[in-house]
Protein backbone atom coordinates (compact mmCIF):
# COMPACT_ATOMS: atom_id res chain seq x y z
CA UNK A 1 0.00 0.00 0.00
CA UNK A 2 1.00 3.60 -0.88
CA UNK A 3 0.62 6.39 0.99
CA UNK A 4 1.43 9.86 2.02
CA UNK A 5 0.43 11.47 4.93
CA UNK A 6 0.32 15.62 5.45
CA UNK A 7 -1.32 17.54 8.79
CA UNK A 8 -4.40 19.13 7.99
CA UNK A 9 -5.56 22.82 8.17
CA UNK A 10 -9.17 23.60 9.11
CA UNK A 11 -9.41 26.56 6.95
CA UNK A 12 -9.57 25.29 3.93
CA UNK A 13 -11.91 22.30 2.64
CA UNK A 14 -11.20 18.63 2.76
CA UNK A 15 -11.23 17.26 -1.29
CA UNK A 16 -11.08 13.40 -2.22
CA UNK A 17 -9.42 13.44 -5.90
CA UNK A 18 -10.32 10.35 -7.51
CA UNK A 19 -7.68 9.70 -10.08
CA UNK A 20 -4.29 10.05 -10.67
CA UNK A 21 -3.57 10.74 -14.16
CA UNK A 22 -3.88 14.11 -16.35
CA UNK A 23 -6.57 15.86 -15.25
CA UNK A 24 -7.09 13.90 -11.54
CA UNK A 25 -3.30 15.32 -11.35
CA UNK A 26 -3.81 18.67 -12.51
CA UNK A 27 -6.99 19.66 -10.25
CA UNK A 28 -5.26 18.03 -7.09
CA UNK A 29 -1.86 20.16 -7.52
CA UNK A 30 -3.69 23.20 -8.10
CA UNK A 31 -6.30 22.81 -5.15
CA UNK A 32 -3.74 22.08 -3.00
CA UNK A 33 -1.51 24.46 -4.07
CA UNK A 34 -4.13 27.23 -3.01
CA UNK A 35 -4.50 25.90 0.55
CA UNK A 36 -7.24 23.02 0.28
CA UNK A 37 -6.29 19.67 2.24
CA UNK A 38 -6.50 16.86 -0.99
CA UNK A 39 -6.21 13.19 -0.54
CA UNK A 40 -5.48 11.57 -3.97
CA UNK A 41 -6.51 8.17 -4.90
CA UNK A 42 -5.49 5.80 -7.42
CA UNK A 43 -5.85 1.95 -7.98
CA UNK A 44 -1.89 2.45 -9.66
CA UNK A 45 1.43 2.97 -7.32
CA UNK A 46 3.00 3.93 -10.53
CA UNK A 47 1.19 6.70 -10.80
CA UNK A 48 1.41 8.08 -7.46
CA UNK A 49 4.42 7.02 -6.73
CA UNK A 50 6.64 10.28 -7.95
CA UNK A 51 3.92 12.40 -6.01
CA UNK A 52 5.21 10.95 -2.93
CA UNK A 53 8.82 10.96 -3.76
CA UNK A 54 8.32 15.01 -3.91
CA UNK A 55 5.60 14.96 -1.49
CA UNK A 56 3.41 16.56 -3.58
CA UNK A 57 2.75 17.77 -7.43
CA UNK A 58 4.44 21.14 -9.00
CA UNK A 59 2.23 23.69 -10.61
CA UNK A 60 3.62 25.78 -13.49
CA UNK A 61 1.86 28.30 -15.99
CA UNK A 62 -1.29 30.02 -15.22
CA UNK A 63 -0.83 29.53 -11.59
CA UNK A 64 2.46 28.35 -9.99
CA UNK A 65 3.25 26.91 -6.96
CA UNK A 66 3.36 23.24 -5.23
CA UNK A 67 0.12 21.37 -3.85
CA UNK A 68 1.32 19.34 -0.68
CA UNK A 69 -1.15 16.18 -0.92
CA UNK A 70 -2.24 15.31 2.42
CA UNK A 71 -2.97 11.56 1.62
CA UNK A 72 -1.99 9.51 -1.33
CA UNK A 73 -2.89 6.52 -1.24
CA UNK A 74 -3.95 3.17 -3.56
CA UNK A 75 -6.76 2.53 -0.64
CA UNK A 76 -9.81 4.54 -1.37
CA UNK A 77 -11.02 4.39 1.76
CA UNK A 78 -8.40 6.43 2.90
CA UNK A 79 -9.23 9.36 0.41
CA UNK A 80 -12.71 9.39 1.04
CA UNK A 81 -13.13 9.49 4.89
CA UNK A 82 -13.64 12.76 6.27
CA UNK A 83 -13.39 14.54 2.50
CA UNK A 84 -16.60 17.04 2.71
CA UNK A 85 -16.06 17.14 -1.78
CA UNK A 86 -15.34 13.79 -3.49
CA UNK A 87 -14.22 14.71 -7.65
CA UNK A 88 -14.77 12.08 -10.06
CA UNK A 89 -11.53 12.70 -12.39
CA UNK A 90 -11.39 9.59 -14.01
CA UNK A 91 -12.83 8.84 -17.67
CA UNK A 92 -16.58 8.34 -17.89
CA UNK A 93 -15.41 4.89 -19.10
CA UNK A 94 -14.51 4.07 -15.17
CA UNK A 95 -17.65 5.96 -13.69
CA UNK A 96 -19.60 2.68 -13.14
CA UNK A 97 -16.43 0.81 -11.97
CA UNK A 98 -15.82 3.81 -9.04
CA UNK A 99 -19.64 3.82 -8.45
CA UNK A 100 -19.11 0.40 -7.52
CA UNK A 101 -16.73 0.65 -6.08
CA UNK A 102 -17.45 3.59 -3.41
CA UNK A 103 -21.42 2.18 -2.37
CA UNK A 104 -20.36 1.30 0.90
CA UNK A 105 -18.36 4.14 1.56
CA UNK A 106 -19.96 7.23 1.08
CA UNK A 107 -22.16 9.05 3.33
CA UNK A 108 -25.24 11.69 3.22
CA UNK A 109 -22.78 14.25 4.09
CA UNK A 110 -21.05 13.90 1.10
CA UNK A 111 -20.87 15.93 -1.93
CA UNK A 112 -19.67 14.37 -5.48
CA UNK A 113 -18.90 15.84 -8.26
CA UNK A 114 -17.91 14.49 -12.02
CA UNK A 115 -15.59 16.55 -13.28
CA UNK A 116 -16.13 16.33 -17.47
CA UNK A 117 -18.78 13.62 -16.85
CA UNK A 118 -19.94 13.56 -20.52
CA UNK A 119 -23.31 13.54 -21.13
CA UNK A 120 -25.65 12.51 -18.60
CA UNK A 121 -23.11 10.98 -16.20
CA UNK A 122 -24.73 11.92 -12.91
CA UNK A 123 -27.34 9.83 -13.43
CA UNK A 124 -25.23 6.91 -14.82
CA UNK A 125 -23.13 6.90 -11.76
CA UNK A 126 -26.21 7.00 -9.60
CA UNK A 127 -27.67 4.15 -11.16
CA UNK A 128 -25.15 2.39 -10.28
CA UNK A 129 -24.93 2.76 -6.72
CA UNK A 130 -28.46 2.18 -6.86
CA UNK A 131 -27.59 -1.74 -8.44
CA UNK A 132 -25.27 -1.72 -5.75
CA UNK A 133 -28.19 -0.99 -3.09
CA UNK A 134 -26.77 2.16 -1.92
CA UNK A 135 -29.01 4.76 -0.80
CA UNK A 136 -26.92 7.18 0.78
CA UNK A 137 -28.13 10.86 0.23
CA UNK A 138 -25.10 11.74 -1.36
CA UNK A 139 -25.74 14.92 -3.60
CA UNK A 140 -24.03 14.13 -6.81
CA UNK A 141 -23.92 16.63 -9.69
CA UNK A 142 -21.75 16.68 -12.41
CA UNK A 143 -20.02 19.16 -15.14
CA UNK A 144 -18.99 18.64 -18.98
CA UNK A 145 -16.53 20.39 -19.05
CA UNK A 146 -12.94 19.93 -17.64
CA UNK A 147 -12.68 23.26 -14.69
CA UNK A 148 -8.83 23.75 -15.90
CA UNK A 149 -6.72 23.28 -19.73
CA UNK A 150 -3.66 21.28 -18.93
CA UNK A 151 -0.65 19.69 -19.86
CA UNK A 152 0.90 17.05 -18.09
CA UNK A 153 4.37 17.38 -17.98
CA UNK A 154 4.97 14.57 -15.96
CA UNK A 155 3.26 12.43 -13.25
CA UNK A 156 4.45 15.10 -10.55
CA UNK A 157 4.09 17.78 -12.34
CA UNK A 158 1.28 19.79 -14.32
CA UNK A 159 1.52 22.72 -16.48
CA UNK A 160 -2.41 25.38 -15.97
CA UNK A 161 -2.60 26.39 -19.69
CA UNK A 162 -5.78 28.19 -18.49
CA UNK A 163 -8.87 28.10 -16.52
CA UNK A 164 -12.34 28.22 -17.79
CA UNK A 165 -14.53 31.20 -17.60
CA UNK A 166 -17.83 29.54 -17.37
CA UNK A 167 -18.22 25.93 -16.38
CA UNK A 168 -22.16 25.18 -15.97
CA UNK A 169 -22.47 22.16 -13.20
CA UNK A 170 -26.09 20.76 -12.26
CA UNK A 171 -27.25 18.09 -9.45
CA UNK A 172 -29.68 15.00 -10.07
CA UNK A 173 -32.06 17.12 -7.88
CA UNK A 174 -32.12 20.32 -9.33
CA UNK A 175 -32.34 22.86 -6.12
CA UNK A 176 -29.10 20.42 -4.68
CA UNK A 177 -27.11 22.47 -7.17
CA UNK A 178 -27.88 25.58 -5.66
CA UNK A 179 -27.64 24.62 -2.05
CA UNK A 180 -24.01 23.28 -2.74
CA UNK A 181 -22.86 26.04 -4.57
CA UNK A 182 -20.67 27.34 -1.85
CA UNK A 183 -18.45 24.55 -1.43
CA UNK A 184 -18.24 24.59 -4.82
CA UNK A 185 -17.25 27.79 -5.67
CA UNK A 186 -14.73 27.63 -2.82
CA UNK A 187 -12.69 25.04 -5.01
CA UNK A 188 -13.69 26.79 -8.35
CA UNK A 189 -14.86 30.34 -8.49
CA UNK A 190 -15.71 29.56 -12.16
CA UNK A 191 -19.04 27.05 -11.45
CA UNK A 192 -22.25 28.28 -12.58
CA UNK A 193 -25.35 26.22 -11.18
CA UNK A 194 -27.80 25.28 -14.08
CA UNK A 195 -31.37 24.19 -13.90
CA UNK A 196 -30.70 20.31 -14.39
CA UNK A 197 -28.83 17.15 -15.86
CA UNK A 198 -30.43 18.20 -19.21
CA UNK A 199 -29.42 21.31 -19.68
CA UNK A 200 -25.51 20.33 -18.66
CA UNK A 201 -25.40 17.36 -20.97
CA UNK A 202 -26.83 19.22 -23.74
CA UNK A 203 -25.54 22.71 -23.56
CA UNK A 204 -21.57 22.27 -24.61
CA UNK A 205 -21.33 21.61 -28.72
CA UNK A 206 -17.69 21.09 -28.00
CA UNK A 207 -19.18 17.32 -26.61
CA UNK A 208 -20.58 16.87 -29.55
CA UNK A 209 -18.38 18.17 -32.21
CA UNK A 210 -15.06 17.67 -31.12
CA UNK A 211 -15.78 13.66 -31.52
CA UNK A 212 -16.99 13.98 -34.79
CA UNK A 213 -13.96 15.93 -35.54
CA UNK A 214 -11.59 13.57 -34.82
CA UNK A 215 -13.16 10.62 -35.89
CA UNK A 216 -13.30 12.14 -39.50
CA UNK A 217 -9.80 12.87 -39.24
CA UNK A 218 -8.32 9.77 -38.13
CA UNK A 219 -10.69 8.00 -41.43
CA UNK A 220 -9.27 9.98 -43.84
CA UNK A 221 -6.08 9.97 -42.50
CA UNK A 222 -6.48 6.40 -42.71
CA UNK A 223 -7.92 6.84 -46.27
CA UNK A 224 -10.59 5.14 -45.84
CA UNK A 225 -12.76 7.47 -48.27
CA UNK A 226 -14.97 3.65 -49.08
CA UNK A 227 -15.92 3.40 -45.30
CA UNK A 228 -17.07 7.37 -45.72
CA UNK A 229 -18.83 6.92 -48.42
CA UNK A 230 -20.92 3.66 -46.99
CA UNK A 231 -22.55 6.36 -44.86
CA UNK A 232 -23.12 9.30 -47.09
CA UNK A 233 -21.55 11.68 -45.68
CA UNK A 234 -19.85 13.78 -47.01
CA UNK A 235 -16.67 15.91 -46.08
CA UNK A 236 -16.93 19.53 -45.17
CA UNK A 237 -16.55 20.66 -41.62
CA UNK A 238 -18.47 23.75 -41.72
CA UNK A 239 -22.02 21.38 -42.81
CA UNK A 240 -21.33 18.91 -40.32
CA UNK A 241 -20.49 21.00 -37.13
CA UNK A 242 -24.16 22.33 -38.19
CA UNK A 243 -25.58 19.28 -38.74
CA UNK A 244 -24.92 17.53 -35.32
CA UNK A 245 -25.60 20.89 -33.98
CA UNK A 246 -29.16 21.29 -35.45
CA UNK A 247 -29.62 17.55 -33.85
CA UNK A 248 -28.59 17.96 -30.25
CA UNK A 249 -30.79 21.23 -30.29
CA UNK A 250 -33.67 19.67 -32.05
CA UNK A 251 -33.53 16.91 -29.45
CA UNK A 252 -33.28 20.09 -26.32
CA UNK A 253 -36.42 21.38 -27.94
CA UNK A 254 -37.84 17.91 -27.69
CA UNK A 255 -37.19 18.03 -24.29
CA UNK A 256 -38.22 21.17 -23.36
CA UNK A 257 -34.50 22.32 -23.06
CA UNK A 258 -33.48 25.73 -24.18
CA UNK A 259 -30.02 25.88 -25.11
CA UNK A 260 -27.70 28.09 -27.42
CA UNK A 261 -27.19 27.25 -31.05
CA UNK A 262 -23.07 26.55 -31.90
CA UNK A 263 -23.17 30.44 -33.35
CA UNK A 264 -24.62 32.01 -30.32
CA UNK A 265 -22.14 29.68 -28.17
CA UNK A 266 -19.04 30.78 -29.72
CA UNK A 267 -20.16 34.25 -28.86
CA UNK A 268 -20.50 33.62 -25.57
CA UNK A 269 -17.62 30.93 -24.74
CA UNK A 270 -15.19 33.05 -26.42
CA UNK A 271 -12.65 32.03 -23.81
CA UNK A 272 -13.27 28.66 -24.41
CA UNK A 273 -10.61 25.90 -25.09
CA UNK A 274 -11.73 25.08 -28.23
CA UNK A 275 -13.55 27.59 -29.14
CA UNK A 276 -11.18 29.43 -31.71
CA UNK A 277 -10.98 26.55 -33.82
CA UNK A 278 -14.41 26.34 -34.19
CA UNK A 279 -14.36 30.14 -34.46
CA UNK A 280 -12.31 29.48 -37.70
CA UNK A 281 -14.34 26.85 -39.59
CA UNK A 282 -17.64 29.01 -39.07
CA UNK A 283 -15.95 31.89 -40.38
CA UNK A 284 -14.95 29.92 -43.47
CA UNK A 285 -11.00 29.60 -43.05
CA UNK A 286 -10.75 26.47 -41.71
CA UNK A 287 -12.35 23.54 -43.76
CA UNK A 288 -9.20 21.51 -43.59
CA UNK A 289 -9.80 18.81 -40.79
CA UNK A 290 -5.95 18.70 -40.34
CA UNK A 291 -6.95 21.92 -38.12
CA UNK A 292 -7.79 19.57 -35.29
CA UNK A 293 -4.33 21.20 -33.52
CA UNK A 294 -6.52 23.73 -31.26
CA UNK A 295 -8.77 20.67 -29.72
CA UNK A 296 -7.17 19.95 -26.04
CA UNK A 297 -5.17 16.60 -26.49
CA UNK A 298 -7.11 15.21 -23.54
CA UNK A 299 -10.55 15.20 -25.68
CA UNK A 300 -11.18 11.90 -26.36
CA UNK A 301 -12.66 10.33 -29.52
CA UNK A 302 -13.82 6.79 -27.69
CA UNK A 303 -15.38 8.94 -24.82
CA UNK A 304 -16.91 11.45 -27.25
CA UNK A 305 -18.64 9.17 -28.89
CA UNK A 306 -19.98 6.57 -26.12
CA UNK A 307 -21.02 8.68 -23.93
CA UNK A 308 -22.04 11.86 -25.85
CA UNK A 309 -23.05 10.98 -29.10
CA UNK A 310 -24.44 7.38 -28.51
CA UNK A 311 -26.91 9.26 -25.76
CA UNK A 312 -28.18 11.89 -28.01
CA UNK A 313 -29.26 8.79 -30.63
CA UNK A 314 -30.34 6.87 -28.16
CA UNK A 315 -32.76 10.04 -26.65
CA UNK A 316 -33.54 10.90 -30.56
CA UNK A 317 -34.56 7.22 -31.34
CA UNK A 318 -36.55 6.97 -27.94
CA UNK A 319 -39.11 10.24 -29.39
CA UNK A 320 -38.42 9.06 -32.79
CA UNK A 321 -36.45 11.97 -33.90
CA UNK A 322 -34.08 10.60 -36.81
CA UNK A 323 -30.89 12.35 -35.86
CA UNK A 324 -28.81 11.10 -39.29
CA UNK A 325 -25.35 12.49 -39.10
CA UNK A 326 -25.39 11.73 -35.56
CA UNK A 327 -25.77 8.18 -36.58
CA UNK A 328 -23.37 8.67 -39.24
CA UNK A 329 -20.54 9.30 -37.20
CA UNK A 330 -21.16 7.00 -34.76
CA UNK A 331 -20.92 3.87 -37.12
CA UNK A 332 -18.44 5.04 -39.24
CA UNK A 333 -16.26 5.39 -35.41
CA UNK A 334 -17.60 1.85 -34.56
CA UNK A 335 -16.31 0.44 -37.83
CA UNK A 336 -13.12 2.46 -38.35
CA UNK A 337 -12.56 1.92 -34.40
CA UNK A 338 -13.80 -1.86 -34.16
CA UNK A 339 -15.76 -1.28 -31.19
CA UNK A 340 -19.76 -1.75 -30.32
CA UNK A 341 -19.91 1.80 -29.55
CA UNK A 342 -24.19 1.71 -28.72
CA UNK A 343 -23.07 -1.43 -26.63
CA UNK A 344 -20.80 0.54 -24.44
CA UNK A 345 -22.15 3.58 -24.34
CA UNK A 346 -24.96 5.76 -22.49
CA UNK A 347 -28.33 4.79 -23.17
CA UNK A 348 -31.62 5.29 -22.31
CA UNK A 349 -31.71 1.67 -20.78
CA UNK A 350 -28.33 1.24 -18.64
CA UNK A 351 -29.63 5.37 -17.22
CA UNK A 352 -32.57 3.86 -16.38
CA UNK A 353 -35.16 6.24 -18.30
CA UNK A 354 -36.27 4.16 -21.26
CA UNK A 355 -40.20 4.33 -21.82
CA UNK A 356 -40.59 7.41 -19.51
CA UNK A 357 -42.87 9.75 -20.98
CA UNK A 358 -41.57 13.37 -22.18
CA UNK A 359 -43.26 14.52 -18.46
CA UNK A 360 -41.87 12.29 -16.95
CA UNK A 361 -38.38 12.84 -18.12
CA UNK A 362 -38.83 16.46 -17.66
CA UNK A 363 -40.42 16.24 -14.30
CA UNK A 364 -36.73 13.33 -13.36
CA UNK A 365 -34.64 15.54 -14.27
CA UNK A 366 -35.90 18.37 -11.72
CA UNK A 367 -36.48 16.13 -8.97
CA UNK A 368 -40.17 16.27 -8.90
CA UNK A 369 -40.38 12.46 -10.07
CA UNK A 370 -38.53 9.66 -8.72
CA UNK A 371 -37.70 6.67 -10.23
CA UNK A 372 -36.22 3.98 -7.66
CA UNK A 373 -34.18 2.37 -10.65
CA UNK A 374 -32.15 5.31 -10.88
CA UNK A 375 -32.16 6.77 -7.49
CA UNK A 376 -34.62 7.36 -4.20
Not at 246 to 260: N, Q
Not at 321 to 327: D, F, H, I, V
Request: proline share 3%; net charge neutral; hydrophobic share 45%.
Amino acid sequence: MLKLIHSKSPLFLNVAVIGASGSGVAIAGYLASIGHQVKLYDEAPENLHPIIMQNGIRVSGHTTGFGKIDIATTQIQEALSGSEIILITTPASKHRQLAALISTLITDQQLILLVAAESFGAWDFKQTLIQQNCFAKTIIAETQSHVLNFQSITKDHCRILEIENRIPVAAIKSDQVYSSMQKLRRLFPQLIPVENILHSSLMDVRNFIFPAILTLNDALNGADQQLLSKYNLKISLLQLIHAIDLERTEVAVHLGVKIAGIDEWLRISNNSFGASFLQTIIQGSGHSLAQNSQIPSYYSTNLGIAYNLVPLLSLGRMFGLPLEKTEAIINIASDFYNQNYISIGRTVDNLGISGMTLGEIQQFASGQFENRRVFN
